[in-house]
């Protein structure tokens, strides 16, 4: 790199300031000619945070190599690593076997969730850490073929609301940060806040938690305390990312600064907290609850775009539709025969044109033999989304 110079320490070089890209993890910065170590090192993430420096007077900062993106050009991609490099794993197992391994991946990330929480409530010692193995099967779900894990996520169930609610947030997240091309550090820690972001919920009365019905004013602030039970819990976990930290910290702020805990505003809330924000709010809305039926993906797509631009960003909520689908796998649809089904394949398809799997027929009252419809080979079409509530049936075993 040209006029870079190389650090005692092997991994950390100097640069200009003219040549910091995103991406970059800074450790210190030279003012008035004077190395300043930084309290809190991390990866640039937004071009803003360049000019600030810039206008800082800041001519050199010490950038660590290993620590950095792979995007931001300091070293090569390694190609061998299958989780940088999808590509180099092809999909090679049955759709059921996929199915039978998502339920698998499901029920071990319930149970090292509980166990987290139990441990977090008990006061001892934790360590992100040990969901490592969850959250590398979890993004290579993404990276590959995610429709079986998604499907497999679809299946609700009301007593389990927090941990399911928590692996989907995390599952969502990882989807849409490759959605948007981030780095596959990013995905882990995005994945890392999201099964954590409800953590301070262990400290909330049970009778408010779990009320059957909506909440008083007074049960309202209470329920908020949650966030600053969350800093404190934040404060004593090991292995967090400032990431990790926002998005768990942050997805009840608002644009407009009317959120909490801390009333952040318009740029103070970074995009991770941002797609938190975003995810937390879906999420709830298409999960049915002991005092409320799930509503379908389409139907909680308006309700997003309602709560734009105050408190949602109004470009990324465009974004989460395209990454999601206006008819995700594992959503319910009528057809226009009125047969209902599961949207069962979508990876690579127009959205509009799935594989779903027909179970049902509306027109006649009754099961149907289940058949797969591949929309991009007859002359059907998805009528509408539908939520399992508006049918007299229950879909679940057909997942």
């Given at each position: 790199m040209n006029n870079s110079e190389i650090d005692d320490v092997s991994n950390v070089i100097i640069i200009p300031i003219d040549q910091l890209t995103i991406g970059m993890f800074i450790t210190a910065i030279d003012r008035d000619q004077s190395k300043i170590e930084i309290r809190n090192p991390g990866q640039l993430k937004y071009q803003d945070a360049i000019l600030t420096l810039k206008k800082s007077n800041v001519l050199r900062v010490w950038v660590d190599i290993k620590r950095s993106s792979n995007h931001c050009g300091l070293k090569p991609r390694d190609k061998s690593n299958s989780l940088s490099n999808p590509l180099a794993r092809k999909p090679t197992t049955t759709r059921a076997s996929q199915q039978i391994q998502a339920k698998k991946l499901l029920a071990e990330a319930k149970s090292l969730i509980q166990k987290f929480l139990s441990d977090t409530y008990e006061g001892k010692d934790i360590n992100v850490n040990q969901f490592d193995h969850i959250i590398n099967n979890m993004i290579e779900s993404v990276l590959t073929n995610e429709d079986a894990f998604q499907c497999v996520l679809a299946l609700r169930t009301k007593d389990a609301y927090l941990l399911e609610h928590a692996i989907n947030v995390a599952f969502l997240l990882v989807t849409f940060g490759h959605h948007l091309k981030l780095d596959i550090d990013i995905l882990r820690q995005l994945a890392i806040g999201g099964i954590l972001h409800d953590?301070?919920?262990?400290?909330?009365?049970?009778?408010?938690?779990?009320?059957?019905?909506?909440?008083?004013?007074?049960?309202?602030?209470?329920?908020?305390?949650?966030?600053?039970?969350?800093?404190?819990?934040?404060?004593?976990?090991?292995?967090?990312?400032?990431?990790?930290?926002?998005?768990?910290?942050?997805?009840?702020?608002?644009?407009?600064?009317?959120?909490?805990?801390?009333?952040?505003?318009?740029?103070?809330?970074?995009?991770?907290?941002?797609?938190?924000?975003?995810?937390?709010?879906?999420?709830?809305?298409?999960?049915?609850?002991?005092?409320?039926?799930?509503?379908?993906?389409?139907?909680?797509?308006?309700?997003?775009?309602?709560?734009?631009?105050?408190?949602?960003?109004?470009?990324?909520?465009?974004?989460?539709?395209?990454?999601?689908?206006?008819?995700?796998?594992?959503?319910?649809v009528v057809l226009s025969d009125e047969r209902v089904g599961i949207v069962w394949e979508a990876k690579g398809r127009n959205v509009l044109q799935p594989i779903v799997k027909c179970f049902y027929s509306l027109k006649h009252k009754r099961y149907i033999d289940i058949k797969m419809v591949d929309l991009l080979k007859c002359d059907l079409n998805i009528e509408r989304g539908i939520s399992p509530s508006s049918l007299d049936i229950d879909p679940s075993s057909f997942y």
């Amino acid at each position: 790199m040209n006029n870079s110079e190389i650090d005692d320490v092997s991994n950390v070089i100097i640069i200009p300031i003219d040549q910091l890209t995103i991406g970059m993890f800074i450790t210190a910065i030279d003012r008035d000619q004077s190395k300043i170590e930084i309290r809190n090192p991390g990866q640039l993430k937004y071009q803003d945070a360049i000019l600030t420096l810039k206008k800082s007077n800041v001519l050199r900062v010490w950038v660590d190599i290993k620590r950095s993106s792979n995007h931001c050009g300091l070293k090569p991609r390694d190609k061998s690593n299958s989780l940088s490099n999808p590509l180099a794993r092809k999909p090679t197992t049955t759709r059921a076997s996929q199915q039978i391994q998502a339920k698998k991946l499901l029920a071990e990330a319930k149970s090292l969730i509980q166990k987290f929480l139990s441990d977090t409530y008990e006061g001892k010692d934790i360590n992100v850490n040990q969901f490592d193995h969850i959250i590398n099967n979890m993004i290579e779900s993404v990276l590959t073929n995610e429709d079986a894990f998604q499907c497999v996520l679809a299946l609700r169930t009301k007593d389990a609301y927090l941990l399911e609610h928590a692996i989907n947030v995390a599952f969502l997240l990882v989807t849409f940060g490759h959605h948007l091309k981030l780095d596959i550090d990013i995905l882990r820690q995005l994945a890392i806040g999201g099964i954590l972001h409800d953590i301070g919920k262990i400290r909330i009365d049970d009778h408010i938690l779990h009320k059957p019905g909506k909440l008083t004013p007074e049960e309202l602030e209470h329920m908020k305390l949650h966030q600053v039970f969350a800093i404190e819990i934040m404060e004593d976990t090991k292995g967090l990312s400032q990431i990790s930290k926002d998005v768990c910290l942050m997805h009840h702020e608002k644009i407009d600064g009317r959120g909490y805990p801390k009333g952040l505003k318009g740029d103070e809330i970074p995009v991770h907290g941002r797609m938190s924000c975003i995810i937390d709010i879906y999420d709830a809305l298409t999960a049915t609850r002991t005092y409320k039926e799930a509503m379908s993906p389409a139907a909680s797509f308006k309700t997003l775009m309602s709560l734009t631009p105050f408190h949602l960003d109004q470009e990324l909520v465009y974004e989460f539709i395209r990454c999601v689908g206006v008819y995700p796998v594992g959503s319910l649809v009528v057809l226009s025969d009125e047969r209902v089904g599961i949207v069962w394949e979508a990876k690579g398809r127009n959205v509009l044109q799935p594989i779903v799997k027909c179970f049902y027929s509306l027109k006649h009252k009754r099961y149907i033999d289940i058949k797969m419809v591949d929309l991009l080979k007859c002359d059907l079409n998805i009528e509408r989304g539908i939520s399992p509530s508006s049918l007299d049936i229950d879909p679940s075993s057909f997942y």
